[in-house]
């Protein structure tokens, strides 16, 4: 509305002016070396705005024409911008889709045509990598580290190859590299931290860690914190033990349920003497997480303390966790050393129908200890060979007998969890029990025993029985399985084309002739 109200008011002035030129009119002289020229004013005006607008048209002209050899120049390089960054676009479609082809011809395009971009580098490295030319790629990531633009994208294609290469002081060197020059990037933080890690240096880990808590949730820094700072307290008890206690007590502040941290703190302020803290610790850990640690720890917080007191002390903490298999393990534990059979057997008792090694083989010490009955002990101890694995601490399929605070297989920081090693991987396949056909059959089991799932049960029939049945079942069982639905690879990512290149000879992995399904034939 202000826009279409000055307008009218600028036509308005513009009328006004001409209509009163034209009321007034006048006459003008111009006398100049002999020549007199006399017009109007109204002429004079229209003349010199003609005059003006000829003069603009013809600098123009001549401006174009002094340009014209810029103007081309920069029109020719739009329009190699413009190949470029399409042939880049479908290098890299071809690049994330497999097509070894057309990467290797749109990379030359861009070569050719743009060889200094720092996309044009990026695809001829993705492309040395699709197709498995490692030292190509490795050239071409250090040229992109060379650069300041793309100085961060170089390392990291770096540190990559380098891990494949199983170079880990390379990569290392990578990625503090990377770190130090943009502190920002997570995958050079999260590298150097696993390094420093798994290679025990806790005091430049937890360095790192505080560098770069501003972009952790915080639930997180003080878990990863808790557990760097449990690892270098076992690694100080030995030597300084004082800093070794401050250590832990300040992870138990930031993880109380870590159960590691607990069950060093609570050990070392129970040698101190402070017997109520170190109570208070175990207790708060134990009802989160029970584990035999704690309660250990929490039943020889005294030195030299009877096992009844010991025993007194384990039924106070097993009532805070009712029902609970470790608190019923402990009990029975504690109650066999101080002869208290009665409560042990009463502890174990819930767990007698499937029971799992811990309590078979405590079974088998209360025999002895109680009727020393070496039969039903060794009864118990053969139970164990085929009972229910126990939890222990597991990471990526390493069992450890202790905690540890790194996985040795992927490096990852607080890896190990207690729960049964390989608990995920049992086959939900069905079961055939074959059918015996007459004859004698293996003696029924003792009321003791667990009962044997129905491979073992298989394998319990005597000699005489009917192999054809079993065949029968297992063709029936083939006929009735579906059959699984068709497999649709992914899509690698650029920066990881795949496994490594397979030389002429060596087998496949895929059920050709040299491929593993061979064993199975």
Known sequence: MIRVALYLIFVGMLAYGVALLADRPGDVVITWQGWRLETSLMVLGVAMLATMVVLALLWSLIRALLRSPFMLRAFLHNRRGVRAYEAISRGLIAVGAGDLVAARKFTSEVKRIAPAEPLALLLGAQSAQLAGDREAADQAFRAMASRADTKALGLHGLYIEAQRRDDRVSARAYAEEAARTEPALTWAGKAVLETRCATGDWAGALALLERGKRGLDRDDYRRRRAVM?????????????????????????LAPTLVPAAAL?????????DLRKASRIIEKAWRANPHPDLAQGFAELRFGDAARDRLKRIE???????????????LARVALDAQEFGKARAALAPYLGAPARRVCLLMAALE????????????WIARALNAAPDPAWTADGYVSDRW????????????FEWRVPLAGLVSQAQVIEPQPAAGPV???PSPLEPQAPLIEKAGALSAAAEPAAITTASRRLKRTQPKPEPVIPLVHAPDDPGPEPVEDGEPQADSGPGGWRKMFE
């Open 368 to 379: 002895r200890a109680e009727h020393n009955d070496e039969g039903r002990a060794r009864e």
């Open 404 to 415: 540890l605070p790194v996985s040795p297989v992927s490096g990852r920081l607080d890896a």
């Open 316 to 330: 106070g903490l097993v009532k805070k966790t009712p029902g609970n298999i470790e608190g019923a393990l402990a």
């Open 442 to 444: 293996a003696s029924a």
């Open 265 to 273: 703190a609570g050990r070392m302020l129970a040698e101190g003497g």
């Open 229 to 253: 700072l449990t690892a270098r307290a076992l690694g100080a008890e030995e030597a300084d033990r004082d800093n070794a206690r401050s250590f832990a007590l300040e992870a138990v502040k």
